[in-house]
């Protein structure tokens, strides 16, 4: 993992078409802004996390659930 | 089915016909002939899976199955509306140029859904996938009101 220091209003240039940026620090949290081409995605980490296991989980269930059926049929 | 020219003056033209059976393999109402849904960013967590078919098929109504082509990884899916009242997605402008949406109704939802071994069925509305029915460019997306909106929302409540 890379890691540097920032103050407020300094950015980070990823890819050399993604810019991280930070606008505000707080106590207890960063606010931070972000600059992407459209089709770059950009999220909270723990969403892509759930939304990556969930469609693992699904794809797995909907294997079982169409093997089911065609057991059923013969 | 596919033929050649014949001309008459040449007696060594042949009159070709071919006619292909379609292979059928599963008694199932299934038509092979699907919508293909092209990914740009393919899947979250899925990134290289980009090409898929959305097929319907009577018996899995109103599901529908997903099928992906670049990897074995397919999925049942379902319009929302079929699940909640009231569930509004908010495309961004990103997305909509993304997608080449002309139109509100070029863009249509499916959301993915998860059977479990209790036999219930629960459905991603956190992360729906939005596609252009003009030109089969999709797009699994996190709304602006992610929070909200439920994982694992359970059919038939």
Known sequence: MLVLSRKPKESIVINGNVTVSVLRVDNENVRIGIEAPIEVPVMRQEIYNEISQNNQAAAGSAKAKIKIKQLAKN | ?157
């Open chain 2, 1 to 157: 089915m596919a033929y050649a020219a014949y001309d008459p003056n040449d007696c060594r033209a042949m009159l070709t016909i071919e006619h292909t059976i379609p292979e059928s393999t599963s008694p199932s109402a299934e038509r092979p002939e699907g919508v293909p849904l092209h990914f740009p960013g393919g899947l979250l967590g899925f990134e290289s899976n980009k090409q898929f078919e959305l097929i319907s098929d009577d018996e899995l109504k109103p599901f529908q199955w997903l099928k992906g082509l670049d990897a074995d990884q397919s999925f049942l899916v379902i319009p929302p509306a079929f699940v909640v009242v009231n569930y509004s997605v908010e495309i961004s402008d990103d997305d909509v140029a993304l997608l080449g949406i002309q139109s509100p109704e070029d863009a249509q939802v499916i959301c993915i859904a998860t059977y479990h071994p209790n036999e219930t069925v629960t459905v991603n509305l956190k992360g729906p996938i939005i596609f252009n029915q003009q030109t089969g460019k999709a797009r699994q997306i996190v709304p602006l009101n992610a929070a909200e909106l439920s994982l694992s929302h359970p059919m038939g409540n």
